[in-house]
């Protein structure tokens, strides 16, 4: 049941309509506690109804375990409960989503060192949002060891927070600092709740549909024929890649934030227009903001962080990015994404450790800095997004020779470049605005005349072209 | 008050324009659409209720779905790149539709194009099937714009998922031949949806876009054809109004059986069952008829089955079983069957170049065989050759 389809619009307006009903009653937060539960639960067997079992099973576990760690007062005692429960969750996961990147790996190599081991792959589902529910139980219980937050008695609570339907699938990972108190206490929705809830389920939708959808189509055209077709198609395709991967999972992103500001919970915003990043650094503060602080917060500071030597700092930051590209998927492209991201951050530490200042840059008005520096990160990420998206890596030199000398223009460029040049203006010149006003509202922040446009403008492209409903990209992590 | 409704009706119709601009500017309007070309590939007809645009310059989708084919028609509307100047002959392509049109396809990939190109006696092989078109109105269009223009030895007639039924249309089938006569969509999905929709809502074929016959749509015209937003929106109420009607028709059926009440579904199915024969000897009189038709002009006919996938293989194998005796055919699914799997069926012609060049060299080297027989030799199995002597010689 993905955020674009009739079949949610009808279970979303159930729900809420339930969820509101619920406020004039009693106790309101328990029954709508319950409410959400069971539609998070029923949003989830939607995907398949055989794997409820395993949420179940992880949330169960989980909630026990936690309750141990807290009322336990034995260090060690505390720690085994902890290492069990991520063994346990880390052993799920690595089952379901990594067992057979193993076994392939290292029938790989056994191949290639002239050794006859052969074992056979299994047959397993991968369940929708694991990676995410994940990294958030996991959250839970360290931040429980670490007594930074006291484990909730409530069982239903619990299930919610691991479960709450807006984010379970595709995130934002919450950490239950932020989410458990919202589920905990009582909930108002206000009229600016409901006005900045729609504001983000009209842009997410936006994103989605008329980005992200319309991109894949030249996103796949480009990375599949890329024998028959010209540097400059390739080069178009990866631009559109880096506006269909954004527009997928910071639409995604923005829809659960309005469906749970819709009912009075906030949650973590996980973008911050990351194209406009200036370092490598600054686009990890902006993309996929959650897992980028989960991995800091619960991998790269577990390993030591910052505060040792700068090598085994750099190490440290390398280790964290290729387990976080390794998260993405299965595969040896999203590792070598991660690696590839990790250089990246390596080399702007290294630039800050030891005070480099690369020459070109020095006598440069500031704010020509800024916009060359925005340039120099796009670029560089485009090449990440390259890695990302060639899960065949084999077609990488296929892709870089294409590019370098097959440049030149053909019959279909024009059409090509037309929309995603349009689309790409159009997403850059808004988040510009955004950037110097210092406010992404902006818009809320006009007449009403200007409000009413931009709905009626934005409601009318969304219906004239949902007409296919495209999975979400980030669902497959 | 009226000062407010005038102010948001002006910044409706701002909105409206400029959601329009933006969707026209980052999308493909004929993506949206779900057309099979770019605009204006269509011109309306009177009799042949349309033709393809001629000397028309557009793209086609490919398989990814990006409309980027480039698409090139004479000026007569075909699919036909440069003619072969040393050519002994003329050979002629009717039906197929998309398959033999070569949808999705460059021009050098096409059935068509392997064919001309596997001949042993240098050819110009005219192709006149168009996408979407069934063989008679394909057989029409060649009356019209290429007949009096060549004298072709062979006429290369494909069927590629005709309906049985379709061809009681034809049962006049001499005067038909004289003279056009408009065809009627016999889809049964678009009859359903014509009868179901009321005068008020737009009407489009499948994905072949048509100059809409009812109501607003007709009355509003360009717009429907050019705006993204209304032709979605139009075609949104449609599909709901489709949908809410199909919702009622199933109760009401369900109520009928509940209640024991017979039901014309019922009848309709005892009144097919009494035609079954009678739609049968429909086909055979139109195989007969096309054949004597070209045999009279010193012409000789080749029919090809294409494999056909999904619910209309059973149409396929139906006339195939009726084929006369007496007429020469090839049964493409029997023949290849081994090449080219059920599942491959959909993309032959349309996005495949591998099965387009096997299909293309296996009719060509069938046309190459009747050109070197005998009048004693005959080619056994389904490709059936009947008295030879008898029949008009291919060669010049």
Known sequence: MIFTSI???????????LYIFFFKTKKDVHYQNLLLVIASYIFYAAWNYKLLSLILFSTIINYLFSLSIYKTKNKKQKKTYLITSITINLGLLFFFKYLNFGIESFNYLMENIGLNAHFSTLSIILPVGISFYTFQIISYTVDTYRDEIKPTNNFVNFAL???????LVAGPIEKASNLLPQITNKRNITRNDISKGIYWITIGYFKKIIIADNMAQYVEYSFQNLESTSGVISLLGLVAFSLQIYGDFAGYSYIA????????????????RPYLAISPRDFWRRWHISLSFWLRDYLYFSFGGGRVSNFRKYYNLMLTMVLGGLWHGASWNFLLWGWYHGLLLIFEHILRDYRISLPFTLRIYPKVKRVMKIIAMYLLTLIGWLLFRLSDLSMLPLYVKNVFTNFHYTDNCLPIATPIGITFLCLIGLHIIQEIKGNEMIILKQPKEFIYSFYTIMI?????????????????? | MIKSIVKYTLISVFSILIAEGFLNLVYSPTILMSKWFTSNIHTPDSSLYYIFTPNYRGWMRHKDKTFLKRLTLDNNGFRNPAMNSAAERDIVLIGGASMIFGYGMEDSETIHYHIKNNLDLPSNVFNTAWAGTNIHRNFLVY????????NPKLIICFFYGENLKSFKEYKNISNILREEKQIQDTSSIIEDKKKTIDKLFFYSRDQVFLEPQYGIAKRVGYLYYNSIIIHSLSNNLDDLYFRVSQIKKKLFEYALTVLKIPTDQNKKVELNAGIKLSDSSFFVDYINSITSYFEGKNQRVLFVFLPTPGAEKRYYDEIVSLMPNSVDYIDINKELHEKIKENEFIAIGHYSKKHSEIIGKFIASKVNSITSQNCNGQVKSSFSMHSKCSRQSITP
Do not use: A, W
Request: glycine residues 4%; positive net charge; proline residues 3%.
């Open chain 1, 161 to 167: 927070y691991i479960s709450f339907f807006p984010q």
């Open chain 1, 460 to 477: 009318l492209m969304i219906i004239s072209v949902s007409g296919k409903t495209v999975p979400f990209l980030y669902f497959q992590f």
């Open chain 1, 7 to 17: 079949k949610f619009l009808i279970f979303f307006i159930v729900v809420y309509s």
């Open chain 2, 143 to 150: 009356k019209r714009k290429l007949e009096n223009q060549i």
């Open chain 1, 257 to 272: 934030l309005g469906i749970s500001k819709l009912m009075g919970i906030d949650l973590t915003k996980n973008f911050n």
